[in-house]
Nanobody
């Protein structure tokens, strides 16, 4: 089992920045691939970014390319999502997730993740 706890959400003005953190605990949590997803009211959960267990490969949704950066510190069992140039359309609950699979084929699919955090709210005002 892996437990995930997100933090760092909040209210920010458009153009601002936030850094989300996801603290993982549990057995061999550093060997999991990690991802960030988000869900806005009335919309489906969507992929934001992911990073392989080795930190060597990252993936981004087009909406966040050039603005978001995912990273992980395996020594701290923590994954980060640095978000800059935030837009009102980035407003959502952001979820951290962990996956056992080493394949990258479905890394953008929420159904390929095995563990989820409770989410942290990000609100971007215009």
């Amino acid at each position: 089992q892996v437990q995930l706890v997100e933090s760092g959400g909040g209210l920010v003005q458009a153009g601002g920045s936030l850094r989300l953190s996801c603290a993982a605990s549990g057995r061999t949590s550093s060997s999991y691939g990690m991802g960030w997803f988000r869900q806005a009211p009335g919309k489906e959960r969507e992929f934001v970014a992911a990073i392989s267990w080795s930190r060597s490969t990252t993936f981004y949704a087009d909406s966040g390319k050039g603005r978001f950066t995912i990273s992980r510190d395996n020594a701290k069992n923590t994954v980060y999502l640095q978000m800059s140039s935030l837009k009102p359309e980035d407003t959502a609950v952001y979820y951290c997730a962990a996956r056992l699979s080493r394949s990258f084929l479905l890394i953008r699919e929420s159904r390929d993740y095995d563990y989820w955090g409770q989410g942290t709210q990000v609100t971007v005002s215009s």
